[in-house]
């Protein structure tokens, strides 16, 4: 008589394509276990599981990482719920330009750039009529202009960056409200759902568990 084969398979859970191991960074799979003496949920890195990369297990249960992560989206909506203005600021100064000192900053160096790059260009002009007119030597002519034109091609380069910069504070704010919205509709919840997770999480990073001295898994 054959033997029944313990029951595993893969499925798509509650966190599918949100875990991401913290070491090799590919997504984690749902592992399921079942047979007559042991029963085990999981989550497990997918290049340990197919052995495409040298990495290890990354091994979390599914009961822990959603009583975590319950708790924590429950911490971030109270919180919100009784400090609004200060949460959205906290999501504002997140981006790496935020606050208005550095975004003041931003613009001001923007505004000296872009008066600079009009300053050379009448620079160039000008030397370029000096040439025609035969004050100074084609020599003379080309050795300035292409000083000139290397500093407008950086400082080109530098207006850009910094608009980004100030693109991506305008956004930050963008963002910031409309995460705000989406923690408002969900200030009341009693279970986890794939509709809350998507709109309230990114992404998750499982690293490697640790030991503690007395033997204890973290």
Not at 193 to 212: A, F, N, Q
Request: proline share 1%.
């Amino acid at each position: 008589k054959q033997r029944k084969r313990p029951n595993r398979y893969d499925e798509v859970g509650l966190f599918s394509g949100m875990l991401f191991c913290a070491d090799c960074g590919h997504v984690m799979y749902q592992q399921r276990y079942q047979n007559k003496t042991r029963k085990q949920d999981c989550y497990i890195c997918g290049s340990y599981k197919k052995r495409t990369r040298d990495c290890t297990a990354h091994f979390i249960r599914t009961d822990l990482l959603t009583a975590g992560v319950l708790s924590n989206l429950r911490q971030v909506t109270e919180y919100a719920a009784k400090h609004e203005s200060r949460f959205v600021k906290l999501l504002i100064q997140q981006n790496e330009i935020g606050g208005k000192r550095k975004t003041a900053v931003a613009t001001k160096q923007l505004e000296q750039a872009q008066e600079r790059i009009s300053e050379v260009s009448r620079i160039i002009k000008r030397l370029y009529e000096d040439n025609v007119n035969g004050k100074i030597s084609d020599e003379r002519f080309m050795e300035l202009s292409a000083d000139y034109e290397q500093e407008q091609r950086e400082l080109k380069d530098r207006a850009a960056a910094l608009q980004a910069e100030l693109d991506k504070s305008q956004a930050a704010t963008v963002n910031a409200e409309k995460f705000m919205g989406i923690v408002r509709k969900h200030l009341a919840f009693e279970e986890l759902t794939p509709t809350l997770l998507r709109e309230m999480i990114e992404k998750i990073v499982v690293h490697e568990c640790s030991y503690d001295e007395n033997g204890t898994r973290r």
